[in-house]
C-alpha cells in the first residue's frame, strides 16, 4: 500500500536549534517526494522536491531509499520557520499523478 | 502569475443538498487535482483531470464527482451532502512533470 508517516503532530524547537522533520514511506516502485509548507493564513506550498536536490529556505531533504525515509532537515531554526510541514509522495508520472500525504507536523519554533 | 483560484471561499449546505466547487489553474497549466482536507482525515485525493479527461479518482464514493472545461478550469460537484462532507477543498494545477501548486480552498460546511 501507498502510505506516508510523519510520526509527530507537533515538533516545538527554540530558535536556533537544528530542525528535524521526520518522513517515511511505503511504495513499491520509484516515488516522488515532496515537502509542502502552510504557513499561518496562507495556502500551501511547495518547499522542496526531492529531484531537484535545492536548499530552500535553509532546508534540505535526502532521500534514503533503504530506509524509506525523505526527512527535513535545517541546522539553524528561525520563528518564521513555524508552519505545517507535509511530506507527500507521487507515483507513476511523478509529479503530475496524484499526491499521497503524510498527515503533517506542526513546527514551533519558540524564541 | 495568478495563482490558482477557488470559489467560493465558504459554502454551507444542509444535508442531501447538493454543492458546486469551483477552481480555475494557473495560466498554462492542463491538469487539475482535487483534494479533500477533513478534520482528523488529513488530505485526502479525490479527482484528477487533464485535458479535460477523468485521469484518476480516489477512494471517494460517485456522488463526488467533477469535470473539466476546455479552458482547463474545473468543478466539483458533491451530490447527496452527508455531515461527513464537511472539509476544506483544495484544487491543485499542475503542468507536464511540473509540481502541483494548490488554491486557497473552498470551506464547505453541511448543516
Known amino acids: 500500500a501507498q502510505r506516508v508517516t510523519q510520526p509527530e503532530k507537533l515538533l516545538s524547537v527554540f530558535k536556533g536549534a537544528p530542525v528535524e522533520l521526520k518522513c517515511n514511506y511505503s511504495?513499491?516502485?520509484?516515488?516522488?517526494l515532496f515537502w509542502y509548507v502552510q504557513y499561518s493564513r496562507q495556502r500551501l506550498q511547495l518547499l522542496l522536491r526531492h529531484i531537484s536536490r535545492e536548499s530552500i529556505k535553509g532546508f534540505t531533504a535526502d532521500l534514503n531509499k533503504g530506509e524509506t525515509s525523505f526527512h527535513l532537515k535545517k541546522p539553524f531554526a528561525q520563528e518564521e520557520d513555524s508552519a505545517m510541514y507535509y511530506c507527500a509522495l507521487s507515483g507513476i508520472g511523478g509529479a503530475t499523478n496524484k499526491l499521497i500525504f503524510g498527515t503533517g507536523t506542526l513546527l514551533a519554533v519558540q524564541p | 502569475e495568478a495563482g490558482v483560484t477557488q470559489s467560493p471561499t465558504h459554502l454551507i449546505k444542509t444535508r442531501g443538498q447538493q454543492a458546486t466547487l469551483r477552481c480555475s489553474p494557473i495560466s498554462g497549466h492542463t491538469s487539475v487535482y482535487w483534494y479533500q482536507q477533513a478534520l482528523g482525515l488529513g488530505l485526502q485525493f479525490l479527482l484528477w483531470?487533464?485535458?479535460?479527461?477523468?485521469?484518476n479518482r480516489g477512494n471517494f464514493p460517485p456522488r463526488f464527482s467533477g469535470r473539466q472545461f476546455p479552458n482547463y478550469s474545473s468543478e466539483l460537484n458533491v451530490n447527496a451532502l452527508e455531515l461527513e462532507d464537511s472539509a476544506l477543498y483544495l484544487c491543485?494545477?499542475?503542468?507536464?512533470?511540473?509540481?502541483?501548486?494548490f488554491g486557497d480552498g473552498t470551506r464547505l460546511s453541511i448543516l
Open positions: 491543485a494545477s499542475s503542468t507536464q512533470g511540473q509540481p502541483q501548486h
Open positions: 483531470y487533464d485535458e479535460g479527461e477523468e485521469r
Open positions: 511504495y513499491s516502485g520509484s516515488p516522488e
